[in-house]
């Protein structure tokens, strides 16, 4: 078995070399795990949040949560971007046909994972950032050793820099929960797909009986 990587330590001594700000192009998930991101980027890059997330089990859930990262993004008041790409449900589909029964945290979610960051990295590149990364890595419940592997692989598909890290470490994801009670962040239970929808419901269910 591979020993894992610190990629909290990683990001650090990538930081570490930097003479001068860099611009990054951050892919978020949610205001909620943005939050616990962006105030500890923002010291050392120029920031732009992606919000590309077709994913989303519907476009009420997608209006309602970018809504909620333009809001937060405005109360922070600090200079920090916002790029929207509309939703497209179809694209995400199309990845995980043949997936569907998948477990979370399987196949179907690398997929998605890969989807998500290919356009992250495609719009880095267009758009000559230093860096992209995304927030995904802040929760608990996704797997940071793969995002990172899948982010390295992307990053030289596009000839941009992947800023390699796990913002869970150091209290990140505790950070996050904090900051979306003090702005009062709309903050769900479920990853934001259909299938988590459905297996957090199957849980509560199953919790009543």
Known sequence: MMNKINYNLKMKNIIKTFEGRKSLLLHSCCAPCSSGVLGRLSEYF????LYYNPNLDSQQEFDRRVEEQRRFIE????GIKLLIVDYEAQEYYDVIRGHEGDPEGGERCSLCFEL???????LA??????????????SPHKNSQLLNEIGGRIAQRYGVDYLYSDFKKEEGYKRSIELSKEYNLYRQDYCGCIYSKVQRNTSKDNSVN
């Open 46 to 49: 120029d920031i732009t949040v």
């Open 116 to 122: 998500r960051l290919d356009r992250t990295a495609r």
């Open 125 to 138: 590149a267009e758009k000559n950032f230093d860096f992209f990364t995304t927030t995904l890595s802040i």
């Open 75 to 78: 109360a922070l008041d600090c």
